[in-house]
């Protein structure tokens, strides 16, 4: 299995997580690496995006200054800090890995890590 989260879990409002992403199987600091979510009912959404170096990243709107992406190459394992939670980041949240090889490109998914913010 290319990806494997953890880190998820129950959590009150105002409360904080940090999530893991486990990447085996590819050359990962090769592979630009991203965290989704999908709510009950709503479409998956991008949550943040980090660049092969770790050089570049992107936040949508809604988790700008909450959440940080990061990534540690030696480790091949990606994270997201979740910070400030609110009942609208519940979710399953999963990691992508988006790695190219030539001419080739290899998409991975992780297979999600249920996130739910409640009091």
């Known amino acids: 299995v290319p990806l494997v989260e953890s880190g998820g879990g129950l959590v009150q409002p105002g409360g904080s997580l940090r999530l893991s992403c486990a990447a085996s199987?590819?050359?990962?600091?090769?592979?630009?690496m991203s965290w989704h979510r999908q709510a009950p009912g709503k479409e998956r959404e991008l949550v943040a995006f980090i660049s092969d170096s770790g050089g570049s990243t992107y936040y949508a709107d809604s988790v700008k200054g909450r959440f940080t992406i990061s990534r540690d190459n030696y480790k091949n394992t990606l994270y997201l800090q979740m910070n400030l939670l609110k009942p609208d980041d519940t979710a399953v949240y999963s990691c992508?890995?988006?790695?190219?090889?030539?001419?080739?490109?290899?998409?991975?998914w992780g297979q999600g890590t249920q996130v739910t913010v409640s009091s």
């Open positions: 992508k890995a988006v790695h190219v090889l030539g001419v080739r490109t290899n998409t991975y």
């Open positions: 199987g590819f050359t990962f600091s090769s592979a630009a």
